[in-house]
């Protein structure tokens, strides 16, 4: 007996998107608390990036030409109708700040990064992830002002899986200091006020665009606006 494809899609949309994501997201814990900015900020986009686009399949939300503008996912579930995600300010100026510094996987432009924003990467995945299931249960969860964030389930979850075996070795990296996961109530927490912000050798020596362009690929978009920058 043939599984039928619909049932598939959704299997690719929780193993290939949900699932993947989940590892990004315990992977951006990780370099956060080892202040490593660029990586921190990489995976905690691809988790984001990863999110987005599992919901946009389960709900059938075409996004053949997003690849890594978050903005495009949450545009095209706008326009959709078909889902309301109803997130949080901080979450929104959370996916915007990752969609300007998160792409720059090589430094090719400037960054910044803070300790302390672990807690709106806490946030963000909370309240995308209720959405990366059929289950209607998850999404009704809401944040409230002062309160901590009510524990959501997701059947099959990675996250849940990790939480619920004390012997996983990614169980402390998703549990440390973390507000929205575990199955304790943890009304507060305690991070590293770090900041990080490296300057790209790009935007120090832009000069240099036209000799590294015969080597390496740079979007045209960057070395359009590479070619109009002046040394600082």
């Given at each position: 007996?043939?599984?039928?494809t619909d049932?598939?899609?959704?299997?690719f949309?929780?193993?290939?998107?949900?699932?993947i994501?989940?590892?990004?997201?315990i992977a951006?814990r990780?370099?956060c608390r080892?202040?490593l900015?660029?990586?921190?900020?990489?995976?905690s986009?691809?988790?984001?990036e990863?999110?987005?686009k599992?919901i946009?399949?389960?709900?059938?939300?075409?996004?053949n030409?997003?690849r890594?503008e978050?903005?495009a996912?949450l545009t095209?579930m706008?326009?959709?109708?078909?889902?309301?995600l109803d997130?949080?300010?901080?979450?929104v100026?959370?996916?915007?700040y990752?969609?300007?510094y998160g792409?720059?996987?090589?430094?090719?432009?400037?960054?910044v990064?803070?300790?302390?924003?672990?807690?709106r990467?806490d946030?963000?995945?909370?309240?995308?992830?209720?959405?990366?299931?059929?289950?209607p249960?998850?999404?009704q969860?809401?944040?409230t002002?002062?309160?901590?964030?009510?524990?959501?389930?997701?059947?099959?979850?990675e996250?849940?899986?990790?939480i619920?075996?004390k012997k996983?070795?990614?169980?402390?990296?998703l549990l440390w200091?973390?507000?929205?996961?575990?199955r304790?109530?943890r009304?507060t927490?305690?991070l590293?006020?770090w900041?990080?912000?490296p300057?790209?050798?790009l935007?120090l020596?832009p000069?240099i665009?036209?000799e590294?362009?015969?080597f390496?690929?740079?979007p045209k978009?960057l070395?359009?606006?590479?070619r109009?920058h002046?040394?600082?």
């Amino acid at each position: 007996m043939s599984i039928p494809t619909d049932q598939l899609v959704n299997d690719f949309a929780i193993r290939s998107f949900r699932d993947i994501a989940d590892g990004d997201y315990i992977a951006a814990r990780l370099a956060c608390r080892a202040q490593l900015a660029v990586q921190y900020l990489w995976a905690s986009q691809q988790a984001i990036e990863k999110y987005l686009k599992c919901i946009l399949l389960l709900h059938r939300i075409p996004a053949n030409e997003m690849r890594h503008e978050l903005d495009a996912g949450l545009t095209a579930m706008e326009i959709s109708g078909k889902v309301i995600l109803d997130l949080v300010q901080p979450t929104v100026e959370f996916i915007e700040y990752l969609d300007k510094y998160g792409k720059s996987r090589y430094l090719e432009i400037s960054s910044v990064a803070f300790g302390h924003d672990l807690v709106r990467l806490d946030r963000a995945v909370w309240e995308l992830r209720r959405f990366c299931t059929l289950t209607p249960e998850p999404r009704q969860a809401k944040l409230t002002q002062g309160q901590p964030a009510p524990k959501v389930l997701l059947p099959g979850g990675e996250l849940e899986r990790i939480i619920v075996n004390k012997k996983d070795p990614a169980r402390e990296s998703l549990l440390w200091q973390n507000g929205f996961f575990g199955r304790r109530i943890r009304r507060t927490v305690s991070l590293a006020n770090w900041i990080k912000a490296p300057n790209s050798p790009l935007f120090l020596n832009p000069q240099i665009l036209d000799e590294v362009s015969k080597f390496v690929y740079l979007p045209k978009e960057l070395k359009n606006k590479y070619r109009s920058h002046k040394k600082p």
